[in-house]
C-alpha cells in the first residue's frame, strides 16, 4: 500500500499555500498559488482542486492518494455550519459556506479552521510547542493573532472568537485605534503597524535622536524591523520603544498565562524574527506579572516553522478527525 497524505491548505488573501503532508506531519512538497477574488471568491476552492489534481499528476499520483483536505481561513469560522464569517477581502459574502464548497471543489472530506489557529496547530504538532498539549501561540504581522489550545484542542469559544490575543486592551485609556473597532488593544502597540506608530509617536518628541532618527530623515519612514536593529546596536531611543513593546506583550500573555498555564508560549509571525532582543524583553515583563507557579512553568518560546505553520496545522486538522473516527 503507498503512503497516503494530507492536503493542507493556508488560504490568504493574495496567495493561498498548499502543501501534501504525510500522517506523522512531514512535509512531501509545498507550493503556493494566487487567490482569485474575483466573481465574488467563486473560483477559490475551484483553482485549489485544480492545482492538487495537476500537483498530484506530476508527483505520478491519484486523488485516492489523499486522505482529505485540510484548510486555514482568514476570518471566524462557525463551527456548526461550516461558514467563514467575514471574510470579504476573499470577494465572498459574509457567510460563505466554505466548508461544503471545498468538500464539493476536492471531494475530499474537508475541515476548516480559523488561520491563525492552525499556524498554532501547526507549532504544537511539529514545531516549538513540539508535541505539547497545552500551547499558546501569538502571531506578530501586520496585525497580532493568536491561538489557545488546551489538552490538544483548540479553544474556540461560543462565537469561534476565542484566542482572538491581539484584541485583549492593554492601554485602557488613550489607547490607539484599532481595526475592531476598539482603543488601546494589543495589536495597537505589538504589530509591526503598532511598532512603527509607537516609534513615529516617539520620532515626533523634541529633541528626539539617534539612529532612527537618520533613517527617518534618509528613507522617509521607517520599519519595525529598523527599530530592533537600532536597538540591538544599543540605540536608545529604539530601545525604548522595544521595552514598551515587550511590557504590553508581557503583561498580556502573562494573564492569559495565569488563566490556561500552558506548557509553552509560541511567539511567532514577521516581528518574531527580531529574536532574541525582543523574547528577552518579553521575558522581564512576563516574569514579572506571572504569578509564581505559572512563571516557573510556562515557558516562552520563538516559533520555528515559519511560513509552513499553517499548511501543517491545516493537515493535523485532518490527522485529528481520522483519530476520532
Ligand atoms: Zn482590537
Not at 518560546?301 to 490527522?319: E, S
Request: hydrophobic residues 45%.
Amino acid at each position: 500500500m503507498s503512503e497516503k497524505w494530507i492536503a493542507g491548505i493556508d488560504l490568504g488573501g493574495t496567495t493561498t499555500k498548499i502543501a501534501f503532508v504525510t500522517l506523522n506531519g512531514e512535509l512531501i512538497e509545498k507550493w503556493e498559488i494566487p487567490t482569485d477574488n474575483s466573481n465574488e471568491g467563486q473560483n477559490i476552492t475551484l483553482n485549489i482542486a485544480k492545482s492538487i489534481d495537476e500537483k498530484l499528476h506530476e508527483l505520478g499520483k491519484s486523488r485516492d492518494s489523499l486522505l482529505g483536505a485540510g484548510m486555514g481561513a482568514p476570518g471566524p469560522v462557525d463551527y456548526q455550519t461550516g461558514v467563514i464569517l467575514n471574510a470579504v477581502n476573499l470577494g465572498w459574502q459574509d457567510h460563505f459556506p466554505l466548508h461544503a464548497s471545498l468538500e464539493a471543489a476536492t471531494s475530499l472530506p474537508a475541515v476548516i479552521e480559523n488561520d491563525a489557529n492552525c499556524a498554532a496547530l501547526g507549532e504544537m504538532w511539529k514545531g516549538a510547542g513540539n508535541g505539547a498539549k497545552d500551547v499558546v501561540c501569538v502571531t506578530l504581522g501586520t496585525g497580532v493573532g493568536g491561538g489557545v489550545i488546551a489538552n490538544g484542542n483548540i479553544v474556540q469559544g461560543v462565537n469561534g472568537a476565542a484566542g482572538e490575543i491581539g484584541h485583549i486592551t492593554v492601554v485602557p485609556f488613550g489607547g490607539a485605534p484599532c481595526n475592531c473597532g476598539k482603543t488601546g488593544c494589543l495589536e495597537t502597540v505589538a504589530s509591526a503597524t503598532g511598532i512603527v506608530r509607537l516609534a513615529n509617536e516617539e520620532l515626533a518628541k523634541e529633541g528626539a535622536s539617534g539612529r532612527l532618527v537618520d533613517i527617518l530623515t534618509a528613507n522617509g519612514s521607517i520599519t519595525a524591523k529598523d527599530v530592533f536593529d537600532c536597538a540591538r546596536t544599543g540605540d536608545a531611543l529604539a530601545k525604548g520603544i522595544v521595552d514598551t513593546v515587550a511590557f504590553h506583550l508581557g503583561f498580556a500573555l502573562a494573564a492569559i498565562a495565569n488563566t490556561t498555564n500552558p506548557e509553552k508560549i509560541v511567539i511567532g509571525g514577521g516581528v518574531s524574527k527580531a529574536g532574541h532582543i525582543l523574547l528577552d524583553a518579553i521575558h522581564e515583563s512576563f516574569a514579572k506579572f506571572a504569578f509564581s507557579p505559572v512563571r516557573e512553568s510556562t515557558q516562552l518560546a520563538l516559533a520555528t516553522l515559519g511560513n509552513d505553520a499553517g499548511v501543517i496545522g491545516a493537515a493535523w486538522l485532518i490527522k485529528k478527525k481520522m483519530d476520532q473516527e
